[in-house]
């Protein structure tokens, strides 16, 4: 799987687009775990990533996010972009393809805020990620309100990255949990128990 997304960002590099690994994969290598998927962000339009790759489905098209399949995996590719209004607490209304650091500072915590070109063995960190996972805390990129009206489920992830990886909240960042906690009513049972079972499967679910 390694392999094959380091084909994809190659063929996205040729075609003269910028192309690195982004999230959650980049937070692992850092902290010494195995990745489990290999989530891509480039600066080449949804249409661009259509006419690159063999086999694509335009799972989130219109926020610029396109499923590559390759060599029997899926792969998100997604296009830099910043969003804008969040009326039902998930998704955004709308966005607007951008570039890498804007791409990072619409994400939710630091330590998944963070880049890396496997072509040059380099992280891009607009966010300071690296320095908070130095200092293991869990930060919100920006005002951790705005992030959490944004998409109400950022309460529950910030407590299984605390707890899944020994870290702490950011002052910041536990005063908006406590303030805003209510708001978790709002989100589908589906999606809390989504993050509730990874936090079981975690290596800390005490």
Same mark, same amino acid.
């Given at each position: 799987?390694k $392999?094959?997304?380091?084909?994809?960002?190659?063929?996205?590099?040729?075609?003269?687009?910028?192309?690195?690994?982004?999230?959650?994969?980049v937070?692992?290598m850092?902290?010494?775990?195995?990745?489990k998927?290999?989530?891509?962000?480039?600066?080449a339009?949804?249409? %661009?990533i &259509?006419?690159l790759? &063999?086999?694509?489905?335009?799972?989130?098209?219109?926020?610029?996010v396109?499923?590559?399949?390759?060599? *029997?995996?899926?792969? &998100?590719?997604?296009?830099?972009?910043?969003?804008?209004?969040? $009326?039902?607490?998930?998704?955004?209304?709308?966005?607007?393809?951008?570039n890498?650091?804007?791409?990072? $500072?619409?994400?939710?915590?630091?330590?998944? *805020?963070?880049?890396?070109?496997?072509?040059?063995?380099?992280?891009?960190?607009?966010?300071? *990620? %690296?320095?908070?996972?130095?200092?293991?805390?869990?930060?919100?990129?920006?005002?951790? /309100?705005?992030?959490i %009206? /944004?998409?109400?489920?950022?309460i #529950?992830?910030?407590?299984?990255?605390?707890?899944?990886?020994?870290?702490?909240?950011?002052?910041?960042?536990?005063?908006?949990?406590?303030?805003h906690?209510?708001?978790?009513?709002?989100?589908?049972? /589906?999606?809390i128990?989504?993050? #509730?079972?990874?936090?079981?499967?975690?290596?800390?679910?005490?």
């Amino acid at each position: 799987m390694k $392999s094959t997304s380091l084909e994809i960002i190659e063929i996205l590099k040729k075609a003269g687009h910028e192309a690195y690994w982004a999230g959650g994969c980049v937070r692992d290598m850092v902290l010494g775990i195995k990745p489990k998927d290999f989530d891509i962000v480039t600066s080449a339009k949804p249409e %661009q990533i &259509e006419e690159l790759l &063999e086999h694509t489905i335009p799972v989130g098209k219109k926020f610029g996010v396109i499923l590559a399949i390759k060599n *029997g995996h899926a792969f &998100e590719i997604a296009t830099f972009r910043s969003d804008s209004g969040y $009326s039902d607490g998930r998704r955004p209304d709308a966005v607007e393809f951008t570039n890498a650091k804007e791409d990072a $500072s619409r994400r939710d915590f630091t330590i998944n *805020g963070m880049f890396y070109d496997p072509t040059k063995d380099e992280i891009i960190d607009y966010v300071g *990620g %690296q320095v908070d996972m130095r200092d293991k805390l869990v930060r919100f990129i920006g005002d951790p /309100e705005t992030r959490i %009206q /944004e998409d109400h489920l950022r309460i #529950l992830r910030a407590v299984r990255f605390k707890n899944a990886f020994g870290f702490q909240y950011h002052p910041a960042a536990y005063q908006a949990i406590k303030k805003h906690v209510k708001l978790i009513e709002n989100i589908s049972k /589906e999606r809390i128990a989504d993050e #509730l079972n990874k936090m079981i499967m975690s290596n800390r679910p005490g």
